[in-house]
C-alpha cells in the first residue's frame, strides 16, 4: 500500500538523518 511504502521511506530519511548528525558531531 501506499502508506505503508511512504511510511517506510519515512523511517529510511530519518534515519539517515541521524547517522549524518552523528558522523558531523
Not at 1 to 25: D, F, P, Y
Request: net charge positive; no cysteine; proline share 0%.
Amino acid at each position: 500500500t501506499k502508506a505503508g511504502m511512504t511510511s517506510a521511506a519515512e523511517s529510511i530519511t530519518e534515519s539517515l538523518r541521524r547517522t549524518r548528525q552523528l558522523m558531523v558531531q
